[in-house]
């Protein structure tokens, strides 16, 4: 009953039940995300998946059930949305400098390390839905976490920026040895960036690899004849990238050109 | 209405005791203007001018606390305010009502009861039209004590929350999975404005108030790129609205809290009106 100290998961619900005024939301689930493992909840608007990531973040506590936290965990948490009000000057420097670390050299490195270096004094509000969604995963590296707890990572990013988000959470889980848990709805290019897929309806329908999930007849019956066959698990063999503003980089992460002047398309 | 309404008149003042005035006045109303700019400007970011609205509505109860049981009248406008934010603090934790509706029911009920006592207490003389608009000239050497202390303290707390209060009002979540003890940071930053609010009140009164929070702070806005400036600015925008209309108070004979506001308002036209090219390094 004891695995070893790096099999053992960083954090696991037991069983949970969640409900909100008498309604239950979340019914009986299970799951555990491993070190160094990529496990993704999918499921229909409704399903509970923000909910179960809000349970496993310690933000909403269980109706029944619990859940169980390696000891100093720390997590970096990117939230489904976030928009900063014009009211309130920000910039990418300053909205990093947040999450408590000061060390400019750390915050550079940081944004480097996620496409969008040449953001960091722009204000938060003219970036565009990518690169926002970059600075905000540069915001949970910060923390230097075990765990990454990311909820729909790649709204309102075009098809192509998705592909090299999912990308670049992959490498990252590499580069910085932690589990990720991450929430979408989108199916096609997740599933391709995941080792294990969790499909949630307030319960757990069926979960395993990718290949298991999608010809599962539970993912049939939820996602429909039509969608369901089309996925595709994505392969991605480029020589190249490119970061949040279209600029070439090598797949390492590395520019090949100055970073200049951006002019962001201002987003919602 | 029982209470005697006392009109200031200003006429027949000595030219030394009139320099006295002033001086105490412009004193305390810098005091009160930079305290407000960055607590003004958290007040703006988490939309909370409301909330500072329903404390100055609390505010005519706390005189008449303070005057039944003796004590002073800020003391008893901040115990006022104090279980005001204390009532909205529970009140929110049930999740029943949206806070907009939790002010209206508290912001009138609390003014509506200082009303109620206040016609109780028969001996009672005070200048109501001074505690609606301020009377900047009323201010004593005890209440300049209430505002730079009070203010302090405030300040020192505000520097200490400053980042994790920042953090939540981007967002709460993520602030509270990074460590912030939200609730804590919240409750301590109502009480901040119960504070300010209390030790501001004799400058621009009950109903302009918030207003002094409000103005130099969006004011600010335009010219800042980052938090820490636009609460910089804004306290120097509220002293310069401060100097401003007290100047032209004195010069024109005006109120002095309304001239104070429009020339803060007079302040904020003039930055939303510069053409948009211009940027601030």
Same mark, same amino acid.
């Given at each position: 009953m004891s695995p070893s100290a790096s099999d053992a998961p960083l954090v696991a619900a037991h069983g949970v039940c969640v409900e909100f005024d008498g309604r239950e939301v979340l019914h009986n689930v299970s799951l555990a995300v491993q070190p160094g493992r990529v496990v993704t909840l999918i499921g229909p608007n409704g399903a509970g998946k923000s909910t179960l990531a809000r349970v496993l973040l310690g933000l909403t506590q269980p109706?029944?059930?619990?859940?169980?936290?390696?000891a100093n965990l720390r997590i970096g948490y990117m939230p489904q949305s976030l928009t900063i009000d014009r009211d309130l000057p920000m910039t990418v420097r300053r909205f990093l400098q947040l999450s408590g670390v000061k060390d400019a050299a750390t915050l550079e490195r940081t944004l480097e390390e996620v496409g969008a270096a040449y953001t960091m004094g722009q204000p938060v509000q003219v970036l565009s839905g990518g690169e926002f969604q970059r600075v905000l995963l540069a915001r949970a590296l910060l923390r230097n976490p075990d765990l990454l707890v990311l909820d729909e990572p790649v709204r309102s990013v075009d098809v192509t920026g998705q592909a090299e988000l999912y990308d670049l959470i992959g490498k990252l889980r590499q580069t910085h040895h932690c589990g990720v848990l991450m929430v979408s709805h989108d199916l096609h290019l997740v599933m391709a960036a995941t080792d294990e897929v969790i499909c949630l309806n307030q319960h757990v329908c069926c979960a395993g690899t990718p290949e298991s999930v999608g010809r599962h007849p539970e993912y049939f019956a939820m996602f429909g004849p039509t969608v369901a066959p089309s996925l595709a698990v994505y392969a991605h063999a480029h020589d190249h990238a490119h970061d949040a503003a279209g600029h070439v980089v090598d797949a390492d992460g590395h520019n090949h050109h100055h970073p200049h002047e951006h002019l962001g398309d201002s987003h919602g | 209405m029982p209470t005697g309404i006392i009109i200031t008149t200003r006429m027949?003042?000595?030219?030394?005791a009139m320099d006295d005035?002033? *001086?105490?006045a412009l004193v305390a109303g810098f005091g009160v203007a930079?305290?407000?700019g960055p607590l003004g400007a958290f007040v703006v970011w988490r939309r909370m001018s409301f909330f500072g609205s329903t404390l100055a509505h609390s505010a005519l109860l706390g005189v008449a606390l303070g005057y039944a049981l003796h004590f002073d009248m800020t003391l008893g406008m901040f115990i006022v305010s104090v279980a005001l934010a204390g009532a909205l603090y529970l009140a929110e934790r049930r999740?029943?009502?949206a806070t907009d509706t939790l002010l209206g029911v508290l912001a009138h009920a609390a003014l509506a009861a200082g009303i109620v006592f206040m016609a109780f207490l028969d001996t009672l003389r005070t200048d109501l039209l001074a505690l609606l608009f301020g009377d900047v000239l009323s201010v004593t050497a005890s209440d300049l004590w209430w505002i730079y202390g009070g203010g302090a303290v405030c300040m020192v707390v505000l520097i200490w929350l400053w980042r994790p209060l920042l953090a939540m009002t981007v967002h709460e979540e993520m602030a509270q999975v990074e460590g912030v003890n939200t609730l804590l940071a919240r409750f301590l930053f109502m009480l901040l404005l119960a504070v300010i609010v209390a030790v501001s009140l004799? *400058?621009?009164?009950?109903l302009l108030i918030t207003s002094l929070l409000v103005i130099p702070a969006a004011t600010a806005r335009r010219l800042s790129k980052t938090p820490e400036q636009m609460a910089a600015l804004a306290a120097l925008i509220?002293?310069?609205a401060v100097g401003g209309g007290m100047a032209e108070s004195y010069v024109w004979d005006l109120p002095s809290g309304a001239a104070i506001v429009l020339t803060a308002t007079a302040m904020f036209v003039a930055v939303a009106a510069w053409p948009k090219r211009r940027t601030v390094s």
């Open positions: 109706t029944h059930g619990r859940v169980e936290r390696r | 027949n003042i000595s030219a030394t005035f002033l *001086i105490r930079l305290i407000c999740k029943t009502l004799k *400058i621009v009164g009950i509220g002293c310069l």
